[in-house]
């Protein structure tokens, strides 16, 4: 059974930092490509950052030399370290393998004040 689940979200202000760990289970994770997606509200789920079963990263533009994608196979957990966080940044954070599978983990709640 695919575990996804998500944490070290939070409230912080402008410019601020986190960290954001999705511990995974039940699937093959060393060979899986790996993202992150952000919902802000009222939005469609977007998927902001990616890494390949190679540890090549890629990120959307608006997160760009913001938010770092990596990866533990040994630990099967991928990480969103989260720098000069801004308010459009506010939104739920969930993390899934790319393409992603139909089942979803709670997400982590990141809010971001002005």
């Known amino acids: 059974q695919v575990q996804l689940v998500e944490s070290g979200g939070g409230l912080v202000q402008n410019g601020g930092r986190l960290r954001l760990s999705c511990a995974t289970s039940?699937?093959?994770?060393?060979?899986?490509?790996m993202g992150w997606w952000r919902q802000a509200p009222g939005k469609p789920r977007e998927l902001v950052a990616r890494i390949s079963s190679t540890g090549s990263a890629v990120h959307t533009d608006s997160v760009k030399g913001r938010m770092t994608i990596s990866r533990d196979d040994v630990k099967s957990t991928v990480y969103l370290q989260m720098d000069n966080l801004k308010s459009e940044d506010t939104g739920v954070y969930y993390c899934n393998r790319v393409p992603s599978m139909p089942s979803w983990g709670q997400g982590t709640q990141v809010t971001v004040s002005s």
């Open positions: 039940g699937f093959k994770f060393s060979i899986a490509a």
